[in-house]
Every structure is written in C-alpha cells, then in structure tokens.
C-alpha cells in the first residue's frame, strides 16, 4: 500500500524554524517528484515546493521562497521540509504529495498532514 | 501565475441530483488541469487529471470536460459520500495553482 505519513509539525514562534519529515512507503520513492501542499485553518489548498526525482531540481511559491528548502533522502525514503524565518501566515497544516506518476503534476496520493501553528 | 476562479462557491443539492462545478483559468491551460475531492478532516484525494481522465478507483458518476480556460465537474447523481469541497488544480505553469474552492453541501 502505498503510503505517506507527514511529522514535525508544532507550535513555534514568529521567526522560528521547524523541519517536517515525510516518511514514504509502498513505492519506488527514489523515481517519483515529491511536493508539498498547505492549508490555512478553514482556507483552500496552496502548493508550497516540489523537488524532482533525483533531487536535482526544486520550485517554490513566491510566499515561501529563500526561508523554505525542500530535499529528499532517498536511502530513508523521506522528503523533508526546512521552514525558516516563520511568519504567523505560514500557520497551515502541511500535506506532502506524491506526483501521481512520474514526470506528472497532479498529485496522489496525499500524506494525513501535519499542523505547523507560527505564534508570537 | 495562473488564477483559478471555482464557481459557485457553494452548491446546495440533495441526494441523488446532478451537481456541475465550473473552475476557469486566468488563461490558457490546454487540458493540464485536475480535480481533488476534500472531506473535513481529511486529505484531499485526486478525482480527475488532464482534464477528462477519472483516476483510479474513481466511480463514473464523476466526470470532467474542457480544455483551454473553461472546465467542467461533473457529479451525475449525488450519492451521501459526494458531500465534500471540490478543488480545481493546474500544472501548466509554475507555480502550481489551486482554485479556491467549491463546497457541495446537503439542501
């Protein structure tokens, strides 16, 4: 069974950092683009990076760029996510998603997420 | 970046009606355009990709058309698990985009 399952999540404060994990199982890990999707308290979807199969290639919302870096660990099969410089706007609750095949964009499956509360 | 406007908003039907979605892009996205299901509490799950194609397990009571700006989901007969928010997704271009939003509730 495929299987994706998001930790790292919490309450920091405003300029803080967090890393997520994303531990993935049930697939070739190391042949599929990875993202990651947020989602404010009662808002809509809003991707947030992707990193390629090999790790040599990374894209990032504009809201995001220079504070978040996506990677992956394809030996533990896990992608990760460094937030830096938290901002309150960065509350959401963070779903890492499998492109649904390789050298695709959509997106499936999708991990349980994991809630990231910035506070002052 | 490409916007994605969802209409209506909101969507009261009963069981067993046709509910039709509309999600139009900003400009043109060929057919490079998915459809995601979200129930509260839950991730969201992919219906629909490049414009027309269910994913799998999907039942054939949902179905998509469209190409270009303006798309279409379509729910033949609401069945008690379809009550959910509809999301429209494109990969055209970078970023990638979400609409905003249609929630299909109960009348």
């Known amino acids: 069974e495929v299987q994706l399952v998001e930790s790292g999540g919490g309450l920091v404060q405003t300029g803080g950092s967090l890393r997520l994990s994303c531990a993935a199982s049930?697939?070739?890990?190391?042949?599929?683009?990875m993202h990651w999707v947020r989602q404010a308290p009662g808002k809509g979807l809003v991707w947030v990076s992707r990193?390629?199969?090999?790790?040599?290639?990374?894209n990032y919302a504009d809201s995001v760029k220079g504070r978040f870096t996506i990677s992956r660990d394809d030996a533990k099969n896990t992608l990760y996510l460094q937030m830096n410089s938290l901002r309150a706007e960065d509350t959401a609750v963070y779903f890492c998603?499998?492109?649904?095949?390789?050298?695709?964009?959509?997106?499936?499956?999708w991990g349980q997420g994991t809630l990231v509360t910035v506070s002052s | 970046e490409i916007l994605l406007t969802q209409s209506p908003a909101t969507l009261s039907l009963s069981p067993g009606e046709r509910a039709t979605l509309s999600c139009r892009a900003s400009q043109s996205i060929s057919t490079y355009l998915a459809w995601y299901q979200q129930k509260p509490g839950q991730a969201p799950r992919l219906l629909i990709y490049d414009a027309s194609n269910r994913a799998t397990g999907i039942p054939a009571r949902f179905s998509s058309s469209g190409s270009g700006t303006d798309f279409t989901l379509t729910i033949s007969s609401l069945e008690p698990e379809d009550f959910a928010v509809y999301y429209c997704q494109q990969r055209s271009n970078w970023p990638l985009t979400f609409g905003g939003g249609t929630n299909v509730e109960i009348k």
């Open positions: 049930g697939f070739t890990f190391s042949s599929y683009c």
């Open positions: 990193i390629n199969s090999d790790g040599s290639n990374t």
């Open positions: 998603a499998r492109a649904a095949a390789p050298g695709t964009h959509w997106f499936d499956p």
